[in-house]
């Protein structure tokens, strides 16, 4: 599959995992980051899913 192809999710974990690996940044450090990130937009969409259903 072609990345220009591919769905933006995926376009989107790749252009991370690029950024990430030429930083140089820890393991470690990326998935303790990417619980954050992920609480957080996990808040966003609830929080727009309640704005809706109101």
């Known amino acids: 599959m072609s990345l220009e192809n591919a769905p933006d999710e995926v376009k ?3 252009d991370l ?3 990430l690996e030429e ?3 820890p393991a470690e450090t ?3 980051a990417l619980q954050i990130v992920r ?3 996990e ?3 609830r ?3 309640g704005d ?3």
Request: hydrophobic content about 45%; proline content about 0%.
């Open 30 to 32: 990326v998935l303790a």
């Open 12 to 14: 989107l974990a790749v």
């Open 43 to 45: 808040n966003k969409l």
């Open 39 to 41: 609480r957080d937009y």
């Open 23 to 25: 930083n140089h940044i």
């Open 47 to 49: 929080d727009t899913e």
């Open 17 to 19: 995992i690029c950024l």
């Open 52 to 54: 809706q259903a109101g």
